[in-house]
C-alpha cells in the first residue's frame, strides 16, 4: 500500500515538473513573439523609424538574401571556426596551466598577482597591440579569443582544484599514493562539474574575444558586418548579425550542457 502510496506521489511530482517546464517555455514563447510584433508593429506605424532600428521582417528578408548567395553561411562559419578554436585552446591551457599550479606550490604562489592582473585587465585594450605584432590573422582573432577567457578560467578552476576534500587526499596518501595519484584519481575526477561550468562561461567569452577581433581586424565574420554594416549605415545588417550571435551562443551553449548532461548520465 505504501509503495504504491510513493509511485502515486511520483507520479504527482513528475506530472507537475513537466507542467512547470511547458509553462516556462510557453512564457518565454510568447515573449519572444509579443517582442516581435510590438517591434514590427511600432516600425510600420512610424514610431520607430525603420532604418535606424530596422524591422523584423527587414532582417528577415536581409538574411534570406544573404543566404541565397551563400555569404552569410561564409560569415557565420568563420566566426563560428574561431570561436570554437579559441574555446578548445582555452579549455586545453586553463587545464594544464592549473595542474602545474596545483603540482608547484611555489609556481602558483609567484603567479598568481600576475593572473589577477591580466584577469582584470580589458582585453579590447589588448587586441589592437595583437594585431599590430601578429598581423590580422585568423590566428590573431583566435588568440583575442582566447586572452579574454584564458586568465579567468585558470583562476576559478585552480580554486576548484584547493576546495577538494583533503581527507580524500589524506586517504590516498595513507594507502601509499603519490601526488599524480591524487590528482588522477581525486582531483580531476571531482573537478569535472566544475570543468563543464567553466566551459559554459568560456564559450560565451571565447565569442566576445572573437567579435573584438574581428571588429578590428577582419574581412569575414559576423564581428566585421557589425562594424561595416554600422560604417556604411546597412543597420539591417548589423541587426542581423546581432540576432545569429544570440542564436550561436545559445547553441553552443546548449550543447555543452547536452554534453554535461550525457556525462552525469554515464555516472549514474
Not at 108 to 128: C, F, H, M
Amino acid at each position: 500500500m505504501k509503495m504504491s502510496e510513493i509511485s502515486v506521489a511520483q507520479q504527482d511530482f513528475l506530472l507537475t515538473q513537466k507542467k512547470h517546464k511547458r509553462t516556462v517555455t510557453v512564457s518565454r514563447l510568447c515573449i519572444f513573439i509579443l517582442f516581435l510584433a510590438l517591434w514590427e508593429g511600432a516600425t510600420r506605424v512610424n514610431l520607430l523609424d525603420s532604418f535606424i532600428f530596422s524591422s523584423p521582417s527587414r532582417v528577415f528578408f536581409c538574411a534570406y538574401g544573404m543566404l541565397l548567395d551563400h555569404t552569410l553561411f561564409i560569415h557565420i562559419g568563420v566566426t563560428l571556426f574561431e570561436t570554437i578554436a579559441s574555446f578548445v585552446l582555452v579549455i586545453f591551457l586553463a587545464l594544464i596551466i592549473t595542474i602545474i599550479l596545483w603540482l608547484n606550490k611555489h609556481i602558483s604562489e609567484t603567479l598568481e598577482p600576475y593572473l589577477v592582473i591580466l584577469n582584470s585587465l580589458p582585453k579590447s585594450a589588448l587586441a589592437p597591440l595583437l594585431i599590430v605584432w601578429l598581423g590580422a590573422t585568423y590566428n590573431t582573432i583566435i588568440i583575442t579569443g582566447v586572452s579574454v577567457a584564458i586568465f579567468g578560467s585558470i583562476l576559478s578552476l585552480y580554486t576548484s582544484f584547493q576546495s577538494v576534500d583533503p581527507e580524500k587526499i589524506k586517504l590516498i596518501y595513507t594507502l601509499g599514493g603519490k601526488k599524480y595519484h591524487v590528482l588522477t584519481k581525486v582531483v580531476l575526477p571531482s573537478n569535472i562539474p566544475s570543468l563543464f561550468s567553466i566551459m559554459k562561461v568560456n564559450i560565451g567569452l571565447c565569442l566576445v574575444g572573437v567579435i573584438i577581433g574581428e571588429f578590428i581586424a577582419s574581412r569575414q565574420g559576423l564581428g566585421y558586418l557589425i562594424i561595416y554594416g554600422s560604417q556604411v549605415f546597412k543597420l539591417d545588417w548589423v541587426i542581423m548579425s546581432i540576432v545569429i550571435l544570440c542564436m550561436v551562443a545559445w547553441g553552443l551553449y546548449s550543447l555543452i550542457t547536452c554534453i554535461e548532461k550525457y556525462y552525469l548520465k554515464r555516472l549514474l
